[in-house]
């Protein structure tokens, strides 16, 4: 076994104030409170600690701010609030987003692995690196948990060119001459970022934090015969043909030349002067790249230096195609000229992120150059005064080479961890065998044409802009969708947060016309004066426009100003945006769908459930039944071989598993005590079985995962469903995380821990390498507890069907399917969005090769990850699951806004993912308890009005039904 490489981070204060996403802002009227939300409500203190840049024009209570809104919604005058801060907005382009230079500099600043709570909260796919996620699987490979110390991974590489076959003489020694090779133990190469202002800090930064990474910065020719010339054994010089003077080359290990007709004559030549150094050829990405590189390869060259621009676009007449395809074809290129492997590959160019890395390897790459990203490292904010020729706003030429070196090297670090946390959850130990292991990788178009296709068609990319359908009106009536006790739980908050801001000038003269016009509530006289304008129940100028009662037009002194409220868009996201995280927190308060004109339907991620539509006929087909006779029961257990009792819910939904530990005790009581009322279950997570759960014990399912915290026969023996967690669909492959911070003294004796010790729990099961394995972990359970059922938690890799198949084979009663972009306590970014495929895909395809098997009907089968709404509920089933799993959408009705700062710290500002004693006083399960039944008997109403719509009787007469389904990107074939 080789040293165990590591970069050694220090975390490095920025020179300037990050720019912040948000602006606070403050309006005048200030009562003077005692208790001033600035003082109790911001649990980090950020009006406290705030100072002011007279230099820079900067309040740092917009860099601090982690935007939980507290302040915002508990301010008794609601004199503060948010805007997205337009500096933000303006750095960057559409390709190095706002958003990834942000979470640069922190990586820069702290050396760290991002990591956050929540879910994945960006769109479905993309174009370039984001149609790519990383292949895992569950219970069939051998333990792989890298990043924390338990095996060894290999991020080692050579540059240089192989022999084609090795020869040994007579007593067996090898009768080769090896050529020159340069071993890195990283796969980042430093180059010249393509543009930015650069001075001689900035030049010396990249060489230095080169030598400390052990890795080599591109420089000049004269950048070494003077600036760097002591750091010379860490460079790539850059030559133009072969330099009368070679001195500046003293202890240089590599060369690289650009390509031209006769690159390699010089090549040789120089090779002849100095035979013992690399010598790589930058090659442009252009359409003639693969029969160039092809040709190069042949005519002996040890390294191409394969650059494409600094969006990851090609050159030339390959502008429109990506770095991944174009190096795709350079590989399988040289792959067919059986010479990929006597030369090294090395790619460039849109490299912005460390998922990038690992994904250009996984295309051809054995080593990838960051550029632009170095700038980023040292605070450019890409805002392109550079190139204008005006000043750089952050003195990027002038920084300390000593602090330049501090913030690449960071980064450097924390894309090599991020690197180790990928290939340990894809199962690969060296990054040489992650080189072009594309059948390790899932592609979105791949991924459609394998799950969607057979739904829905032919995906067509130049079709119209579909304009979604409208959702019919629900039937009329009012009624409770579920057996259970609807009561209104008002919001905690004072302030709601609204989509649009109706304020009344000082010029309003009282005459109640605006509360005749408007339909809505958003206007009340009060005797002889008009009550604050309610801005929550406005729809917009707009709408009321259309309906021609519009009290703007009806104002006879023009005091009514109505327009789009700024903070609307800075909270939420394409998975959860406002509209849906409003809708849904409505639905908590009443229990019913939302009378807002708000989309509560669906998110705006752009593919996925967001992008498919049911199709209704013109009117409900059987008259013989109306929405409140529909069956939404559902049995779980369909075995007709081990004897075990039926169990059945009276909802096709219940709770995903959050332990004790991630979550509150009132949020962990507020789940079961709603899921028992409605004759369902929740899931204890992987913390063990808490006291606060034991009355709720036929309700609850335990779990027992990878770390076997809190298991014990006891817990097994009282409940009527237990879960065996082999992966988790947020962060497949990874196993659990509990920070320290959150390990407290009640956690850590439920899981026999030590207080503020971070816990981390393996990945897989180690006593688990086979389905064989997997057998005797469900009779082990069977065993212990000679009634419960068996439910086994799995994410999403490409060979889930054959999972599946294996886990009924091995006694299971439910597969319960965990995918990608499901939420979590905490979890590495690069994880939520890169690893195993979203929940869409898996389920059609595990419907249908279960059917194939003979078996759908003998196994219940259960999605999540990414389910956010009654309507998504729909889908999944008519894709061919049975039922839903849910945990964001509860911790939505709980009021959480997805600020994702579970994970460390006291935790949730809100009170929800925490074990700060007073944060997790914020509620009582007897208020969370009834927000989440009315969220989920709203959601019921509405299931109950689609079936009936569809004319069918029963949920589980929806199962697998993809006809009723179409997809907006697809059209069907004739």
Not at 181 to 203: H, N, Q, S
Not at 531 to 546: K, M, T, V
Not at 583 to 591: C, D, L, P, S, V
Request: with cysteine.
């Amino acid at each position: 076994m080789g040293e165990k490489y590591h970069v050694e981070v220090d975390p490095t204060q920025p020179r300037f104030t990050p720019v912040a996403k948000i602006a606070a802002m403050e309006t005048e009227g200030c009562l003077g409170c005692l208790k001033c939300v600035k003082r109790d409500s911001c649990i980090y203190e950020v009006y406290r600690k705030k100072t002011f840049d007279a230099g820079q024009v900067v309040d740092t209570t917009d860099s601090m701010c982690i935007s939980c809104m507290r302040c915002v919604q508990e301010c008794k005058k609601g004199i503060l609030s948010r805007a997205v801060n337009p500096q933000f907005e303006a750095m960057g382009d559409d390709y190095w987003r706002p958003d990834i230079i942000g979470t640069l500099w922190k990586q820069a600043t702290t050396g760290a692995i991002p990591v956050s709570g929540a879910g994945y909260r960006g769109p479905f796919a993309g174009p370039g690196f984001d149609k790519m996620w990383t292949d895992m699987s569950e219970i069939v490979r051998p333990t792989r948990d890298g990043i924390h110390g338990r095996e060894y991974i290999s991020t080692t590489i050579e540059l240089g060119r192989r022999p084609d076959r090795l020869f040994f003489d007579e007593d067996g020694a090898l009768d080769v001459d090896m050529p020159p090779m340069v071993e890195l133990p990283t796969p980042m190469i430093l180059d010249i970022p393509p543009w930015g202002k650069a001075g001689p800090g900035t030049r010396r930064a990249l060489a230095l934090a080169a030598k400390e990474g052990r890795t080599l910065a591109v420089a000049t020719y004269e950048e070494a015969a003077d600036l760097l010339a002591d750091l010379r054994p860490h460079l790539i010089v850059r030559l133009d043909g072969v330099p009368a003077n070679l001195s500046p080359l003293d202890g240089v290990v590599m060369a690289e030349m650009i390509d031209t007709p006769g690159v390699m004559d010089d090549v040789a030549k120089l090779k002849e002067l100095r035979p013992d150094l690399v010598v790589a050829v930058r090659l442009a990405l252009d359409q003639d790249a693969a029969d160039r590189a092809a040709e190069l390869a042949l005519a002996g060259a040890e390294v191409l230096y394969l650059q494409a621009g600094y969006k990851g676009q090609g050159l030339g007449k390959a502008a429109g195609t990506f770095i991944t395809d174009l190096l795709r074809e350079v590989h399988l290129r040289l792959v067919d000229e059986a010479c990929r492997d006597q030369v090294t590959l090395v790619a460039g160019g849109g490299v912005a992120l460390a998922e990038h890395v690992a994904k250009t390897i996984l295309c051809g790459a054995d080593a990838v150059s960051l550029g632009l990203v170095l700038n980023v490292a040292m605070e450019c904010r890409l805002c392109g005064s550079c190139t204008e020729g005006f000043d750089c706003p952050v003195n990027l030429d002038g920084i300390d080479a000593e602090q330049g070196k501090r913030r690449v090297v960071n980064l450097l670090g924390a894309f090599h961890s991020q690197l180790i946390e990928l290939m340990g959850a894809m199962g690969i130990r060296e990054v040489r065998r992650l080189r072009g292991e594309m059948g390790r990788a899932m592609v979105f178009e791949d991924l459609e044409k394998m799950s969607f296709a057979p739904i829905f068609g032919e995906r067509v990319t130049d079709l119209p802009p579909a304009k979604p359908t409208a959702a019919p009106p629900l039937a009329p009536g009012d009624y409770s969708a579920l057996p259970v006790n609807i009561a209104t739980a008002p919001s905690r908050y004072r302030n709601a947060l609204t989509k649009f801001k109706v304020e009344r000038l000082n010029t309003c003269v009282a005459c109640g016309k605006c509360a005749e016009v408007c339909q809505f509530g958003v206007h009340v006289k009060a005797g002889e004066k008009m009550l604050a304008p309610r801005s929550r129940h406005c729809r917009g100028a707009d709408y009321c426009r259309s309906i021609g009662s519009y009290c703007g037009d009806a104002c006879p002194v023009e005091a009514i100003r109505v327009g789009q409220n700024p903070v609307w868009k800075t909270f939420g996201d394409p998975r959860w945006p406002a509209d849906l995280l409003v809708a849904t927190w409505i639905q908590a308060e009443t229990g019913k769908p939302p009378e807002e004109n708000l989309e509560y339907r669906k998110g705006a991620s752009g593919g996925g459930f967001d992008r498919m539509e049911i199709v209704f006929p013109p009117e409900p087909p059987d008259a013989s039944f109306g929405p409140q006779d529909v069956d939404l029961s559902l049995p779980l257990n369909r075995r007709d071989d081990d004897g075990r009792p039926p169990v059945e819910i009276g909802f096709p939904v219940y709770g995903g598993g959050m332990s004790f530990g991630s979550v509150s005790q009132a949020t962990m009581e507020s789940r079961a005590r709603a899921y028992s009322s409605m004759n369902s279950f929740t899931c204890t997570g992987e913390g063990g079985f808490p006291p606060v759960l034991e009355k709720y014990s036929d309700n609850v399912i335990t779990q027992v995962a990878t770390g076997l915290f809190g298991v014990r026969e006891d817990t097994i023996q009282r409940v009527r469903i237990v879960e065996f967690k082999y992966a988790q669909g947020a962060k497949p492959g990874l196993g659990g995380h509990l920070l320290g911070d959150k390990v407290t003294e009640a956690v850590a004796k439920m899981r026999e821990a030590v207080v503020g010790t971070s816990l981390f729990s393996p990945f897989p099961f180690h006593s688990v390498y086979s389905v064989e394995d997997h057998k005797k972990h469900v009779d082990w359970i069977k065993h212990v507890n000679p009634t419960t059922l068996v439910s086994v938690k799995v994410s999403t890799p490409v060979d889930v069907d054959m999972v599946a198949v294996g886990s009924y084979y091995a006694g299971a009663h439910i597969v319960h399917l965990d995918g990608s972009y499901g939420g979590t306590g905490a979890a590495p970014d690069i994880a939520k969005k890169n690893i195993a495929m979203p929940i869409e895909y898996a389920i059609p395809m595990v419907h249908r090769f279960l059917t194939e098997e003979g078996i759908r009907d003998k196994i219940t089968l259960i999605a999540s990850g990414g389910v956010r709404t009654a309507w998504d509920v729909a889908k999944a089933i008519a894709l061919g699951a049975d039922g839903i799993v849910c945990g964001t959408a509860d911790m939505v009705a709980l009021e959480c806004i997805r600020c994702a700062n579970c994970e460390s710290g006291r935790g949730c500002p809100r009170g929800i993912a925490t074990t700060d004693p007073v944060l997790s006083a914020a509620y009582d399960a007897d208020w969370g308890s009834q927000r989440v039944i009315n969220l989920f008997n709203s959601w019921a109403i509405q299931l109950r009005d689609i079936l009936w719509r569809l004319g069918l009787k029963s949920v589980r007469d929806l199962v697998g039904r993809s006809d009723l389904l179409t997809h907006l990107d697809y059209q069907k074939k004739a």
